[in-house]
């Protein structure tokens, strides 16, 4: 059974720094590409980064560019975005996912239950 | 930036209607696009990849078509459990653009 789940998330002030993780099993991790979607409380679905199987190729939404990064450690099985300089518009619940394929295809058949950032003075 | 603009925005119908919901990209996307459907308070799940390629398990009244900047999703006859929202999503370029969404409701 597929499984991936979140954690690190929370109550945050403007400014300051979190790193989310997604630890997953019941498929090879570094088979598949992988990514982050979020979602604002009562809006929709918001694309915010993908990686690639090997971890060698990364791509983000404008919205959070320069300030996140997105990795894998694939001997862990864990997906990882760190958030610097936060702002309360990325206040949000954020999704890891699962691509289709190795490569970014962005297409994502398995979604973590997701894990509240909260970014708030 | 690729803009995804989904319409209508909400849908109200009954069960056993066949409905249909469409997506526009702002520019040609070839076949790169990916339904999902989303119930209150629960994770996306994916319908519809590449278009047209049904994903494994879900039900066969949903269908996808269309390519460049028209897309459509269609369920042949609602089901109670097929009221909830739906997302396209391009992914032929970055960043992998969302639509706003359809609110698909009951009547």
Do not use: H
């Amino acid at each position: 059974e597929v499984q991936l789940l979140e954690s690190g998330g929370g109550l945050i002030q403007p400014g300051g720094s979190l790193r989310l993780s997604c630890a997953v099993s019941g498929f090879t991790f570094k088979n598949y590409a992988m990514g982050w979607v979020r979602q604002a409380p009562g809006r929709g679905l918001e694309w915010v980064a993908a990686i690639s199987g090997s971890g060698g190729r990364t791509y983000y939404a404008d919205s959070v560019k320069g300030r996140f990064t997105i990795s894998r450690d694939n001997s862990r099985n864990t997906l990882y975005l760190q958030m610097n300089s936060l702002r309360a518009e990325d206040t949000a619940l954020y999704y890891c996912a699962k691509d289709r394929a190795l490569i970014i295809v962005a297409s994502f058949d398995y979604w973590g239950q997701g894990i509240q950032v909260t970014v708030s003075s | 930036d690729i803009q995804m603009t989904q319409s209508p925005s909400s849908l109200s119908a009954s069960v056993g209607d066949r409905v249909t919901i469409t997506c526009r990209a702002s520019q040609s996307i070839s076949s790169f696009l990916t339904w999902y459907q989303q119930k209150p308070g629960k994770v996306p799940k994916l319908l519809i990849y590449g278009a047209s390629s049904l994903q494994s398990g879900v039900p066969s009244r949903f269908s996808g078509s269309g390519s460049g900047t028209d897309f459509t999703l269609t369920i042949s006859s609602l089901q109670p459990e097929d009221f909830a929202s739906y997302y396209c999503q391009q992914s032929y370029s970055t960043p992998y653009t969302f639509g706003q969404g359809t609110k698909l409701q009951i009547k």
